[in-house]
């Protein structure tokens, strides 16, 4: 079908929402959408750990087109007075203007700073790491650790992906022995002796788009994105138990479909930490 270019923007307006909407009728209808996959179908997930040779973890992950990478660099520091007994764990999601247009050069945007504080907030309310694992000696020395997560190919849902790739390079990741002289109360490393990081859950995420207030999808692409009324992110562990809930905005979401979306994200979770533990075993083996 071809629009003659002197139609008024408002007829364009109305010809592309009356597309949108038929197509997402069809969608609906066949329960299928433009890439082939059903509704609630995730794309193809790949992953490789230790991709970094010069990080103490690492970890790249595939979602479709959607390529994120995740390094950990571990740091001692001084414990802060509030916490003695605490390290530290700083996430940091980098969309650099190479994985999409969308993206400019500078500092970083509105959307890789919510991605960050996402991150921050899933690793404290999931307790995926204790930061007192983090501690060497009480008020004296611990751990930092540095999770810098960048998307190498945006093609939507950053956060899942961002999710798989910082848990599993946690998971990678060995931290060498220290222990602090006494008598000169300087930090000793022994790089030979490594231990890896202890991790206490494993949360996964799940995230839906929400189309005309009533159609659910799951993993959506970067045109899916643009398209719908709401996005909604849920994370989960290996217990089941319910870590965040992430719904920027957008139209109301019933009670029904929001347990929908709990229900697929457990089965997630499920896959996910299977996948994790089989690339791990499998790197392990080749060692």
């Known amino acids: 079908m071809i629009f003659s270019y002197n139609l008024p923007l408002y007829i364009y307006i109305i010809i592309t929402s009356a597309l949108v909407n038929l197509g997402l009728f069809l969608f609906q209808k066949e329960n299928c959408r433009p890439d082939g996959r059903e509704l609630f179908e995730f794309r193809t997930t790949t992953l490789n750990i230790g991709s970094i040779s010069t990080a103490d973890g690492s970890a790249l992950v595939k979602l479709g087109n959607t390529t994120i990478i995740c390094g950990i660099k571990a740091e001692l520091a001084n414990p802060t007075t509030d916490a003695p007994d605490k390290g530290y764990i700083v996430p940091n999601v980098d969309l650099p203007p190479l994985c999409s247009s969308r993206f400019?050069?500078?500092?970083?945007?509105?959307?890789?700073?919510?991605?960050?504080?996402?991150?921050?907030?899933?690793?404290?309310?999931?307790?995926?790491?204790?930061?007192?694992?983090?501690?060497?000696?009480?008020?004296?020395?611990?751990?930092?650790?540095?999770?810098?997560?960048?998307?190498?190919?945006?093609?939507?849902?950053?956060?899942?992906?961002?999710?798989?790739?910082?848990?599993?390079?946690?998971?990678?990741?060995?931290?060498?022995?220290?222990a602090v002289n006494k008598e000169t109360c300087l930090p000793e490393v022994?790089?030979?002796?490594?231990?890896?990081?202890?991790?206490?859950?494993?949360?996964?995420?799940?995230?839906?788009?929400?189309?005309?207030?009533?159609?659910?999808?799951v993993d959506p692409t970067a045109e899916e994105e643009s398209l719908s009324t709401a996005h909604l992110t849920v994370v989960t562990d290996e217990e089941g138990r319910l870590c965040s809930v992430h719904k920027p905005g957008g139209t109301p979401l019933s009670g029904e479909k929001l347990q929908e979306c709990i229900n697929r994200a457990t089965a997630r979770q499920r896959e996910i930490h299977k996948l994790i533990n089989k690339v791990l075993d499998s790197v392990k083996t080749a060692q």
């Open 190 to 217: 022994d790089f030979e002796k490594r231990q890896r990081l202890r991790i206490h859950r494993h949360p996964v995420g799940a995230s839906f788009c929400v189309f005309d207030d009533s159609i659910l999808i």
């Open 104 to 178: 400019r050069p500078g500092p970083p945007g509105e959307q890789a700073q919510a991605a960050s504080q996402f991150i921050a907030d899933v690793i404290e309310s999931s307790d995926l790491i204790k930061t007192e694992d983090l501690c060497i000696e009480r008020g004296k020395l611990c751990w930092v650790l540095y999770c810098d997560i960048m998307c190498l190919d945006y093609d939507g849902n950053i956060l899942d992906a961002c999710i798989i790739a910082l848990l599993a390079a946690l998971k990678n990741t060995q931290l060498p022995e220290v």
